[in-house]
Structure formats: C-alpha cells, structure tokens
C-alpha cells in the first residue's frame, strides 16, 4: 500500500522563509508599544505588555463541485496586559492609534486594580532574556492570499470532479481553510518581537450511499493541515494528490462491503494519520500543567497527570518518548517567540515511558519550580487573553530503520488503523476510544482487505504502555488540527503532532455498530 506523507522534522529541504508583509511593517507598531506601555506604567502597573494581532481567514467550500462558501475575514486589534500588585487586568480595542493604546493601557491597569481585592495569589512571572526588535517568519512557498480566489475554487472543483467521475462515489465534499496570522509584541522589559505565519487546512471527502438499504458510508483524505502555504494544495510536491485521489474510490467501495469487525483484544498497528489524534487527546491536553493542577477545569476537564507523578509515573513502555516542540518546521503550533516573549524551544514530555514534563508558560513555570517558562502562551484574537497553549507534541521514531511493513509482519492477527474520525475522552484524560477512516485486516504479517465499525478503547497508561514497538524515521509525519478548544471565553488554536506507525499488543476493539444497538 502506497505511503502518502509529507516531509516534516525529519528529512526534506527546508523552505526559504518569506517576509514580513509590508503593510504590516508600516503599522504604527513601536509607537503603539511606547504609548501603551507608558502609561501603563504612569497608572502604576509593574510590568505591562502590547500585543498588535492580524488575522486574515479564508474558508472555501465545495458541494459535489459546486461553491458553497467562499468568505475571508480579516480581524485586527491591541491588547494590554498589565500586572499591579500582582494582579493581572487585561483591555483591548480594534482602533490602532497610539491615543487609544495608551487608554486602553490605563483601562487594564483599571481592570487590576479593582480585581487586587479578590486575588489571593500573586502573579510572579518567570524570567526570560530581553529580545529586541526580533522577527520571524514561518517557513511556507506561496502565500494563500495572493492566490486568487478563483484559482483555489477551481482546484478544489477539478479535484471533486476526478471523484464524482468514479464508480460508486455519489457526493464528495471539499474544503480549504487557509489562516495568515501576524503579531507585534513588546513589554516593559524591553522585549519587541514581529512574527507572520501562515497554515492551510485542505481535505476532501468522498461519500457512497447504498439507497436500498437506506444506510452511507464516507471516506476522506489523509492530508493533514500544515504550516504551509499554496503549495500544500496545487499540485503534488508536497502532498500526493493525484495518486491519493485516484485509489480513494476503490478503498471506499471496498470499505462498503467489508465485514463488520469482531470486538475483542487485538493487536493493533497504528499509522500516524490516527495516531496524532490519540497523542493530542491523551498525551497533549493531559500534561497542561493548568490542567494538571485544576487552573483549567471547566472546559474539557482537568488531567491525571499530577504534579506528584512528575518523574517517577510510567505513561508508558521504555519505546515512547514524547517532546513537546515549538520549532518543527511546518508544525501549527511553531512560532519564533510566544505571546508572553518567550522563545521558543523544544522538550521532553515523556522519556523511555516515564513522565518527565509539562508544558509551561511564564506564569505557572514559577509554581512548578522551573527557572524559565517553555513558551505555551497564546491567544488566538487580539480582544482574548494568552492563555496556556499546546505545543507540538509528538511521539519520537525508533533509531533504527523499521517501516510499517516490518511492524505489521510482526503481526499475525490485528488491525491497521489508518486515518481520524471521531474520538471520545473523559475530564481527566484517562478513558477514551477512537476510531478511524480506514482499517485493514492483519492474517499472518499482511494486510487482507478491509474491515469496517471499528474502534479501539483503553486508558491512557495502559494503551501506551501496550506499545511493543515505533516505527523508524521513514514512517515519521506531521499530523494535526486547527481547532483545539480551552479556556472560558473559548479560545481555538491550531497545533500539530508527528509521530511514527507504531505497534500495540492486546487493545480492546469495539464493534461500533453493535455498541450502537444497530
């Protein structure tokens, strides 16, 4: 079965940063920082910082080749954060001009003086080295914005129609997201940073209905969202479209008649176009230290991950390692520096299946003893609060060369799960299940034909401590999301996890559909 990937971490050229767009540039950027940051401090805030936000947005949709939607956003604005008496406030407005920063500045230092009486905690911020005047630019070919919108509309249509032309396919369904976000950052401490990222979102979804028996089934792409540009998209240098869309048909009609799978232990092969998902759900959320210690609690629940288990809890067998990077090149959660100044960095999570860290901002790396914070704070709007973030978090390849194929043949009765769909997790990240898109019969070390109601059930610990075995670095990709959800007001960030295929013994499958009751 032929691999579809893209390169990431691990192997291929490097991609020429662009530069910061110039309409940006000339954004009154060091004037607005000198006058909110000003009287921030003449109102009698201790610290203070400025964050310009732009964000330009476009969702192009296709039903069965016929536009749907097709609608850019565009969102702007200031933010300041202030810290009087230990206490934060926070104001932001969409007017750029250097009056309207500074009043928004003594607005915030208002917010945190009337809020000094509830607190009973002080902010102490960890430190960080000064980074003046510091830009950055994520790696991408052809910015998404340039390409006009009826270009996008009409691959989109031309790669609908190479579905909508093959046997058995009824509807197909096909989307772009693509999201250019700028910031200017700049705080008391003399920090100023510049930064422009781009990341595209592309999937196609191909849909067989049987009419007679009044039931469907779907099947959709593999490619996940990059940090990426155009390129992502137009043509197959980054991603394989021709020979993906060309076997997706035949993979859903055979998934339409494959037998109904039976529950039970079963040995499981996971392709890292599932296995991200899994690593974002059990791993990613589960070692926010805001979450760890009940800081983040009402939006998707907190973590098992205690601050007591730190260092000495297994997670998993001596294979996983686990790192949490805000530097992969094309990752969605890659950044020069974070909403709080701080550079970015790469460390570990889990190390030879013990728990080793969590992922930190500059507020809470001092309540876990740490010197510095590792660069988790976001926010993903101009008029909302950095939060903690998720960082790229990604399970490491084996050192040695294994493939997919060398796992599966150490297999003589399982599953090979290829492909996301829906999951489900408790509030403390522990119990869950996931299925997929695609799931292949294992008989003897092979693949034979396709199986379908398929999902696999575990606990955290004992799913990955089940893992016998990692893929090596050929089997290593990206994949990811643009929608993770936290905080109250909701926030939304975009973050990527790689991982290898890798090899678990004895995990429980369910039967969907008789779970169901169908």
């Known amino acids: 079965m032929r691999r579809f990937g893209v390169h990431g971490r691990y192997g291929g050229a490097v991609t020429p940063n662009r530069g910061i767009d110039a309409d940006f540039l000339a954004l009154p950027r060091h004037e607005l920082a000198d006058a909110a940051l000003s009287a921030a401090t003449a109102a009698g805030a201790s610290y203070a910082d400025l964050r310009i936000h732009r964000l330009n947005t476009e969702v192009v949709q296709l039903r069965d080749g016929e536009l749907e939607t097709s609608v850019v956003s565009r969102e702007v604005g200031l933010a300041v954060r202030v810290i009087v008496n230990g206490t934060w406030g926070f104001a932001s407005h969409a007017e750029l001009a250097p009056a309207v920063a500074a009043e928004t500045a003594r607005r915030a230092v208002h917010v945190a003086t009337t809020l000094a009486a509830l607190n009973s905690d002080p902010v102490v911020l960890a430190p960080e080295p000064v980074y003046p005047d510091a830009t950055w630019v994520s790696s991408y070919l052809i910015d998404p914005f340039d390409i006009p919108g009826t270009d996008k509309i009409a691959v989109l249509e031309e790669y609908s129609g190479r579905l909508l032309s093959s046997d058995g396919v009824d509807h197909v369904s096909a989307g772009l997201t693509a999201v250019k976000e700028q910031t200017f950052y700049a705080d008391t401490f003399g920090s100023s940073t510049t930064q422009q990222r781009v990341r595209v979102m592309p999937s196609l979804e191909a849909v067989a209905v049987d009419a007679a028996a009044g039931s469907f089934d779907s099947m959709r792409t593999l490619a996940p969202p990059m940090g990426r540009g155009w390129e992502a998209l137009a043509g197959d240098e980054v991603w394989n479209w021709t020979d993906e869309l060309a076997q997706l048909p035949t993979l859903l009609a055979e998934k339409v008649k494959a037998p109904s799978v039976t529950a039970g232990p079963t040995d499981l092969v996971i392709d890292p176009t599932n296995l991200w998902l899994t690593i974002h759900e059990s791993i990613g959320h ?47 959660a890659t950044i020069g520096y974070d909403d709080e100044g701080v550079a970015s960095q790469s460390w570990d999570l889990v190390r030879d299946g013990i728990f080793v860290g969590y992922q930190l901002d500059r507020v809470f790396a001092p309540r ?77 070390g092979r693949l034979d034909g396709q199986l379908r109601d398929v999902a696999y059930q575990a606990t955290t610990t004992d799913f990955w401590n089940s893992m016998e075995a990692v893929g090596g670095l050929s089997t290593w990709r990206l994949g990811g999301a643009f929608n993770c959800g936290k905080a109250q007001p909701g926030q939304v960030a975009a973050v990527s996890h790689g991982c290898p295929s890798a090899l678990f013994r004895g995990v429980n499958v369910l039967n969907t559909r008789a779970e169901g009751g169908r």
Not at 302 to 320: C, E, I
Not at 396 to 405: F, G, R, V, Y
Not at 432 to 437: D, L, S, Y
Request: charge should be negative; hydrophobic fraction near 35%; aromatic fraction near 12%.
């Open 368 to 444: 876990l003893g740490q010197s510095r914070s590792n660069g988790c704070s976001y926010a993903d709007s101009p008029h909302h609060v950095p939060i903690q973030r998720m960082a790229n978090v990604s399970l490491q390849p084996s050192h040695d060369d294994i493939s997919t194929a060398d796992l599966i043949s150490h297999v003589e009765n399982g599953i090979y799960v290829v492909g996301d769909k829906s999951w489900s997790i408790d509030m403390q990240r522990y119990n869950f299940q996931f299925t997929g898109q695609r799931f292949f019969r294992i008989r003897d």
């Open 286 to 332: 589960a070692t926010e230290y805001d979450r760890a210690i009940g800081y983040e609690a009402a939006y998707a629940g907190t973590s098992f991950v205690t601050p007591d288990k730190l260092g000495s809890m297994r997670y998993g067998s001596p294979v996983m390692n686990v790192t949490a990077d805000r530097t992969v090149e094309f990752g969605l």
